[in-house]
């Protein structure tokens, strides 16, 4: 039997993403995310997850084009929102509003590649609207119209904070989309597959895939970097915070990875850009306490940050709400589901793996009034 939680089991085949665990380093279609992040744009890797190629300028202007004009709630879906607003957490509102999406596409339940492909770029396309509609309704506002004149990133910020971003707020956000964009086989993108295989619609691949990324171990642990940091409050408290929360055996947020055996290459450009927007802003405490953090858990435990742990201070620091740092992973991650799913239609076979049975075997069926 394969070692718990599946690990070292290969699940698919896929051009899209690359880990090397061992050197820390990560690849999208062959391009090493160090040249992507400062180089690239979240449109421009959104082409390049799903057309495996960089584009040329017109097809890039063409896709951003394509996203921009997508940017609208339908009607029906947008009528939905003052109850998520009301009822509803921000991941149980994004898994349903996905969910509900379906059944007002353009493209209704039409499965070609052709309508799979627009289909993918409407989802990556309406997530911000989505979680800005949301946040504004909560809080009493009405929520925005999208800005055509922002990148996707710059848009994001606007639709949820309700302020149009300087360019370097809107080019952090921006990076950080491109860092979470994909990341070969986690738990979210294998449940999207694991549903794309059955031949389910994208819709339904990408609400099991944001059901996924919704847990503490997957996605939540952005969220709970942030509350970890504002209860240490102090950079001088948070040595002996981690060395209590070790001893008693709780795991630091932000910390370990299972294929990583080294830095994640994301941390290092997260952690940069924590302390750049921290200087901009002229509030280091976010920075200084999740480097004293850093120091400590390598000092105890031998472990790196993870893609969640600068995140945290930086969306902190971008002015977001911090139960939004999940779904604003989702808003770029769905980019990478989007591309595997299609990737999934198109060479599929039924995933199914096989279990052990480790139960009682052999037993003999006992009536109800017979049972003691
Ligand atoms: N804090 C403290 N100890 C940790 C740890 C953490 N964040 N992450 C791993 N460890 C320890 C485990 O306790 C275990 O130690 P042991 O062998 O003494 O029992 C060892 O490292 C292996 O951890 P394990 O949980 O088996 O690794 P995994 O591959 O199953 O899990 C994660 C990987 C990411 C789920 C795990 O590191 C974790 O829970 N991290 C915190 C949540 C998080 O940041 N998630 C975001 C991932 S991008």
Redesign the pocket.
């Known amino acids: 039997m394969p070692g718990?939680?599946l690990?070292d089991v290969v699940a698919a085949a896929t051009a899209i993403s690359d880990i090397d665990g061992k050197l820390g380093r990560l690849f999208y279609v062959g391009y090493d995310i160090h040249d992507l992040a400062p180089n690239s744009t979240f449109e421009e890797v959104v082409y390049l997850l799903h057309h495996l190629a960089l584009p040329t300028q017109g097809e890039l202007d063409k896709l951003t084009d394509n996203l921009i004009s997508e940017r609208d709630l339908n009607p029906w879906v947008a009528a939905l929102m003052p109850t998520f607003a009301s009822e509803s957490s921000p991941m149980s509102m994004l898994r349903t509003t996905v969910s509900a999406m379906s059944a007002h596409d353009p493209d209704g339940w039409d499965n070609s590649a052709e309508a799979n492909y627009r289909k993918a770029m409407r989802l990556i396309s309406r997530l911000p609207n989505a979680i800005g509609s949301y946040h504004r309704l909560r809080n009493g506002l009405e929520p925005l119209r999208p800005n055509p004149k922002l990148t996707h990133a710059g848009n994001l910020l606007w639709m949820i904070t309700g302020e149009e971003p300087d360019e370097d707020a809107a080019r952090v956000m921006d990076i950080c989309l491109i860092l979470h964009a994909d990341?070969t086989m986690?738990a979210s993108t294998f449940a999207a597959r694991v549903a794309a295989s059955t031949l389910s619609d994208i819709h339904s691949a990408m609400t099991a895939a944001i059901a996924t990324l919704k847990g503490?171990?997957?996605?939540?642990?952005?969220e709970?970097?942030m509350k970890m940091l504002l209860e240490i409050g102090d950079p001088s408290k948070a040595p002996d915070y981690i060395r209590k929360?070790?001893a008693e055996?709780?795991?630091?947020?932000?910390?370990?990875?299972?294929?990583y055996k080294t830095e994640?290459p994301r941390a290092t450009h997260l952690r940069r850009l924590s302390k750049e927007i921290g200087e901009r802003i002229g509030d280091m405490r976010w920075f200084e306490i999740s480097q004293a953090i850093e120091q400590t858990?390598m000092e105890e435990?031998g472990?790196y940050p993870?893609?969640?742990?600068y995140a945290a201070s930086v969306y902190y620091c971008l002015g977001l709400p911090i139960d939004l740092f999940t779904p604003i992973f989702a808003a770029s991650r769905v980019a990478g589901w989007t591309a595997h799913a299609r990737e999934q239609y198109a060479d599929n076979r039924l995933i199914r793996p096989e279990s052990e049975y480790i139960g009682p075997r052999n037993q003999s069926y006992r009536p109800i009034d017979q049972r003691g």
């Open positions: 718990a939680g690990e990341h986690n503490p171990l997957h996605g939540g642990a952005n709970a970097v929360a070790l055996k709780k795991k630091i947020m932000g910390f370990g990875h299972r294929v994640d858990v435990k472990l993870n893609v969640d742990f």
